[in-house]
């Protein structure tokens, strides 16, 4: 409908740029010159892009003809596996000035994905500040704020003006991560107050910066990474400071950090909800052994327990004996209460994740999804009765129907459960994935179907 | 593990937020001046979860209790759905005085929400120029840039010096959106590069802006909101010019935007992976018919889809007859071919949308893919042999692993493709949903598994 011209010039770009990678890649000959110019032009992601869909050696060859300002920047928005893939095949020095030119935090989890040899002799190399910054990120646990986070900033004392502010900011050398959102802290290094640039711009030079700023929104070093993600999105915010355990400023935490952490976050929840492991690399650069991989061992787990359905079956043999016909609406039956299972635990892990429910409210999210179930059963019940009819008998479509009723009830209400248990227990609800839920539901679905079956049939 | 104190912080924090907010709707009397001071001091946010948490006369009751400056903050911060019924719901001078407060593009989506007779009762309230500004992002179709950007931003010529840009950013009453991204255009108003306000501080007055600004990265007003978001995150961005169709700035895309386009999003694709609507109210505001209705449509096309099953079992009957054992493990073969489908789509889903993967890598993908399941199903084959052994025979034990075999090989090679074509259609990859997939592996693997189960048993 829209947006032609914008993704015409999109993939225009694209294919520019793939262009000149690919023949980066090359390395035709005599015309090194032009390529550094055309890679040089090129909009990074783009050039990211095409170096992910590379295989290792062909990415190591383009990524070599990158100019040194761009090779950085390129090598910090590769996936961290991709990273430390590259670093180990490049040569030495190339290799250590990279990694001197990284932030400390980008830096930290770069190391962490090399092997140890690696890792310690570019460390060495380093210098004992930038050693030093690197390491107090690496003291800090996986997955939380302290991994995101670098103590260059720029902070003001309490008791400074609005002029003294915008100096400290003029004065930081670029290598701060952020000079938008300044923490005001007292002498302890708590932090009072923060203030914006923009904010620090538009007041009379003489102000105490106690009179503009604002109360402040702050993460601690320890907090789990989705967390404080998601209060810098909900506050809209462009920075937060970060706290240590004593409440002292140790870091910011940029919104580009949050955003990295939410596709992260996500990435790995989409993963979750059919049972995989996220990719660590990009899909066309990951070979098929390893994809399998990340699938197994959900499918083994999923495997084993779809063995109940085999004893279930097993239990009521005699009377698919007596009537076959009630073989022929197993699919359709499990699949729908599968369906209805999923869709109410996909409703409830995002309602969690976003803060929209809380495992206290067990009782109304019962209640919401039986009457929801109830009703998708009913609707489906009457829409499943006449076809149903057409393949057999009619008692055996009124077993369907009835079946159709109870178990979409129990799907919707298991499924918007286990979610809020599995929270309870300090368990990933994305975890308790839709498959584990749908299983169960299988299970118990095919007993509810006997045992209608029985009643009505007379079996 | 760790994160303990920051997880009892927050929770604090929730449970001081939840009282007041409770209180404040319970208007216990006389004590209003404690409770807006309650309120003033809590974290908005946390406030707006509280809120989201209530039903529709609750929340009108809470949320008239806010002081002024929060309630405009607060509603920013609502679901469009909610905006749009709390302010139905208000006195009109409230009403007015909150829809002027806000800015033109977050006015545009609440007033699109609204009863057409008040969404213009209202917009007569505001003064010409915030009508014309509204006017104007209301013109751009739905779901591209040019209903997140306002005319409001600050921008310089490209022979001002940094002095100059400087002082347009001072002079700036507080209304442009971002004031850190600084565009710099030419006479015809074409954007020829962008500053930050960072690099302004750092530099020499007198410097012309042209020396120091940087090539910019720039989304076009009619293109589609996902991709610009993307594009602001990949490039770690805090905001880019938006472009008319002639180049022309008409507007900026800030980060906080963008995240909470990219949140938008995320909650459509999950949704639609499992076949739903996404909810536009907070679940626990959402009545129950609402809840089924966003979620019966699928249901209804999946169940038809599935007669395609019955169909199957009803055609090879006969063999299920000679063979009831055959039935047992129809749940757990269809039920691991629904799993690995689902494991390839997701990724294919997620690969395509951070362009991991495009529509030409056709038979890259159907290679990896076919392998993955391969591997997969032999794994799987080799697992379940001996179990299906003890439940029948090892004829109908080696009919099970050959047909899971060639149905996971099928599975993730369906599930790999098919959003792949869907892409090329021009269809979202996400509608194509995982359930979808399921339902044709369940019919196309019921075939296969009979016509084994006929060669090998010679039925």
Redesign the interface.
Known sequence: ???????R??EQQQEQTRQAVQEARLQQAGDAERLRALLH?A???LV??EL??MNARQRVTAFRMLPRDSSVRALQ?LEPAVQAELVEALPDPQARDLVAGLEPDDRARLLEGLPEHLATRLMGTLTPQERAATEAVLSH?AE?VGRWSTPRLVSVPQGATVAEA?AA??S?D?RAET??VVPVVDEGQRVVGVVS??RL??TEPGTPVSEVMR?P?S??V???QE?AAR?V????A?AVPVLD?DHRLVGMFT??D???V??IE??ED??R????ER?ST???ATP??A??RG??V???V??VA??L??NV??YF?DR??QV??L??????L???G???G??AA???I??LAV???RPG?VL?VAG?EL??GL??GV??AV??YL?AEL?TESRVALVISLSLVVVCALAATAGGLIPLVARRLGVDPAVVS??LI??FV?ATG?IVYFLIAGAVLGL
């Open positions: 409908m829209n947006g032609g011209p914008a993704r010039r999109r032009g909009d990074l992601p990211v892009d992910e869909r928005m646990a939380t915008l900011v003029r930081d670029g000079v938008y640039l923009r711009l538009a109360e929104i993460v601690y320890s907090e789990d967390d209060a999105c909900d506050h809209g462009l355990d919104v580009d949050a955003m990295r939410l596709q996500e990435a989409e993963a909800a059919v049972g995989m990719l990009p899909y066309l098929f052994l994809l399998a699938r197994i959900w499918l083994l999923l495997i779809a063995t359905t085999v079956l097993d043999e698919l004996q076959v016909s073989a022929l609406f197993i699919p359709l499990i699949g729908t599968g369906n209805v999923a869709q996909s409703t409830m995002r309602a803060d929209d429910v409210d109304r919401k009457a929801t009703t998708l609707t489906l829409v499943a076809p393949f839709a498959p749908t299983t299988d095919l």
